[in-house]
């Protein structure tokens, strides 16, 4: 039903061809929108990655830099002393693969060489001439991320054609270059981009048409997690309040057949999930 076959990792394979897949948001930073410091001791991120892979998290996404609007940079030395900690322990105990969300390319190699198996690039090989490159040789897998402009300016004036068809023509050329490095197409994830350039009207207009996207024939993750279109359109300003709707979307992502959704709550996302599983196997057995 969802046909995107598996990812290659160093450990084995990740299967993307049975359902929607959930990734487990661990923020090592002090400053992320939904909760910037909870996790910035590196023992307690330890323990909530352990406690995300028990609620059912399918793999694990570590980022040490917050790309929340307006967030300031992280140089490369501050980003990596915060992840190193946690990934050389998380590579040892996991059950899961562990993906590192990061732009910078001496960052996902020491990770990478750490036990990590996944990039996770906000910028789709924009942010660092030398992560194509490293992706190429190494062929670990990548999820490539839309967006408008960086952290500071993307939502002062967000402006598309055609929001779905751009991010679209996005990635075909974000490809074309990246393969000059041997990145293999097989090997990528797409992200649109939720929240990131984009206004409440375009966010909403992007999961609406969100099965074009297959149309590139990739696997698509998506993160709406507490975001703020979502506390628009609740007209409610705190982040832990945007649960239930992130788990709506959730549902409403794997019936479009997303095959990856990022969240915060996991345990949530993961239980709907299963529900709506089941609801679709006792559908297709009538």
Not at 157 to 171: A, C
Not at 262 to 274: F, G, I, K, P
Request: hydrophobic content about 40%.
């Amino acid at each position: 039903m969802f046909g995107a076959g598996t990812l290659r990792l160093r450990s084995g394979e990740l299967c993307l061809d049975s359902g929607t897949l959930v990734a487990g948001i661990l923020n090592v930073t002090p400053d992320s929108f939904s909760d910037g410091g909870r996790f910035l001791e590196p023992q307690r991120a330890i323990d909530r990655a352990l406690e995300m892979v028990s609620e059912g998290a399918d793999l694990i996404d570590v980022g040490a830099c917050s790309t929340r609007p307006g967030a300031e940079a992280v140089g490369p030395k501050e980003e990596l002393g915060r992840l190193l900690p946690v990934v050389e322990k998380l590579a040892r105990s996991l059950t899961v693969p562990l993906s590192i969300d990061t732009y910078h390319a001496s960052v996902f190699r020491a990770c990478y060489d750490a036990g990590a198996e996944i990039l996770n690039d906000v910028t789709a090989f924009r942010g660092d001439s030398a992560m194509a490159p490293f992706i190429g040789d190494s062929g670990a897998p990548a999820i490539l991320m839309h967006m408008q402009g960086d952290p500071q300016t993307m939502q002062e004036d967000p402006q598309y054609e055609d929001v779905v068809l751009d991010i679209k023509r996005f990635f075909s050329k974000v490809m074309e270059r990246a393969e000059r490095f041997g990145v293999s197409w097989s090997q990528t994830v797409l992200d649109p981009g939720i929240g990131f350039g984009k206004t409440l009207e375009q966010n909403t207009q992007i999961l609406r048409r969100i099965d074009e996207f297959h149309e590139l024939d990739r696997p698509l993750l998506v993160g709406t997690s507490r975001k703020s279109f979502l506390g628009k359109i609740l007209e409610r300003e705190d982040p832990m309040g945007r649960e239930h709707a992130t788990v709506a979307t959730t549902a409403y992502l794997f019936w479009n057949q997303v095959q990856i959704v990022r969240v915060h709550d996991v345990r949530a996302n993961v239980d709907a999930l299963r529900i709506l599983a089941q609801l679709r196997n006792e559908t297709k057995n009538r």
